[in-house]
């Protein structure tokens, strides 16, 4: 069972919080087929959320194919996303681990990297 | 869309001072709205004409299908908390309760001791003794007893410290969980209502400045950050609801239905407390009475 938070700063809607938390847990593996989600009762009662909420995150993750509501019963895990892409991620890291390396000695810091990081991360998805 | 409150050209004056006009509005039915805007927009005068307490000066009201407290009936379907949950100082908790069972034909006095029980308030308590998060939590309880199908709350929060509010919305989220309730509450502090509501009324004013579904609302709203561009015109398809420059940059919010396609901007996701401001303040940048940021 995995448990939610809220970032009420993030500027990410509720709703889409719950999703991506729940993405990322499948993603890392935290979540495996047949797992539970909690239910939105549980849900409701632990963060002071509205439940039409949980139910809108729950149901586009079913519309996905990621989970499935058993009436009555709960929602459970269908799917992973825990894929082969999995494998890259170790070599992807010490190759941007390297490259954080050469910027550090370029004389950037932490702050320009990282807005170095989101230009190029948002004009990359634009060609994409 | 089921609605289960409606306005039509809807105003109220006192005197020469208008405190609500022309408000034109649908709140739909099962949702959790929210009513936010600085204290005086009309907010309370709203609610006060919602649940027939005040009586419109123009324009009319529909509350569940009918005018507000029409008959005993109607009266029993509509459950209003006033600003500042009030209570009657010299009854018992467990006073109240008798009083509620007395004067509510659908009362729910099972489920009223369960929440009274599992919130720890002494049923012989004298209602003026609770603290002000106890009062919220009794007038919550007797608002819910009566089984409506409209609950209006008028800033139910707004006097709680921040673990007493989160409690009372706990509770009332809990109640929409369990079974068909609308909800209209009203706040001048909104990030308590980012999670709770999924549908927003902006009042500013005496008048509503923007309606409709959380989700809309975050999707189609933007800031747009870029190099200073003064006096710009926008897209037909994008709307300004707010702008301001420094000398270098232009920083914009805007109400768009599609993508934003011009480069030169920065597109940035608005929190739900920031899209509120942004109509607050205004396209001109005229400051409206300042919103609380308590969190």
């Not at chain 1, 979540?31 to 409701?44: A, I, M, N, S």
């Not at chain 2, 308030?121 to 007038?139: F, H």
């Not at chain 2, 309730?181 to 990030?191: E, F, N, T, Y």
Request: charged content about 25%; overall charge neutral.
């Amino acid at each position: 069972m995995i448990e939610f938070s809220l970032d009420g700063q993030s500027g990410v809607s509720p709703y889409l919080q719950v999703v991506q938390q729940v993405r990322q847990a499948l993603r890392l593996g935290l979540l495996r087929e047949g797992d539970q989600l909690p239910t939105v009762k549980e849900v409701v009662a632990a963060l002071a959320i509205n439940p039409n909420t949980v139910l809108k995150a729950y149901r586009e993750l079913e519309r996905d194919g990621l989970v499935a509501a058993r009436p009555g019963v709960g929602t459970f895990v269908t799917r992973t996303l825990a894929d082969a892409s999995l494998a890259a991620h170790e070599p992807l890291r010490r190759e941007l681990e390297r490259w954080l390396a050469k910027a550090r000695r370029a004389g950037l810091d932490d702050e320009s990297i990282r807005a170095l990081f989101a230009t190029a991360f948002r004009s990359g998805r634009e060609v994409a | 869309m089921t609605a289960v409150l409606v306005t039509r050209g809807l105003g109220k004056r006192y005197r020469r001072r208008w405190a609500l006009r022309d408000c034109t509005l649908q709140i739909p039915a099962g949702r959790v709205t929210g009513l936010v805007g600085p204290n005086g927009a009309g907010k309370s005068t709203l609610l006060g004409l919602a649940t027939g307490l005040l009586a419109p000066t123009s324009g009319d009201v529909e509350v569940c299908g009918a005018p507000p407290a029409r008959d005993a009936a109607h009266l029993a379907r509509v459950g209003f908390v006033a600003q500042d949950t009030p209570a009657y100082a010299g009854l018992t908790v467990a006073e109240h309760l008798r009083l509620g069972a007395r004067l509510n034909p659908g009362w729910d006095d099972e489920g009223a001791r369960r929440r009274l029980d599992r919130l720890g308030l002494d049923p012989g308590q004298r209602a003026g003794k609770l603290s002000g998060g106890q009062r919220a939590q009794l007038a919550l309880t007797l608002g819910l007893a009566k089984r409506p199908e409209l609950l209006i709350l008028d800033e139910p929060v707004a006097s709680l410290d921040p673990l007493a509010r989160r409690e009372f919305l706990q509770v009332l989220m809990e109640a929409v969980a369990e079974r068909e309730l609308s909800v209209v509450l009203s706040s001048h502090v909104v990030s308590d209502l980012e999670r709770v509501c999924d549908h927003l009324v902006v009042l500013v004013d005496s008048r509503v400045q923007v309606a409709g579904d959380v989700d809309d609302l975050r999707a189609t709203h933007h800031r747009l950050t870029g190099p200073r561009r003064p006096g710009l015109t926008l897209p037909s398809d994008q709307r300004l609801v707010h702008e301001s420059h420094t000398d270098r940059q232009s920083t914009l919010v805007v109400r768009a239905e599609g993508p934003i396609l011009d480069p030169a901007w920065v597109v940035g996701n608005l929190s739900l407390e920031d899209l509120v401001l942004a109509y607050m303040s205004g396209p001109a940048e005229r400051r409206a009475a300042p919103l609380e940021a308590v969190r």
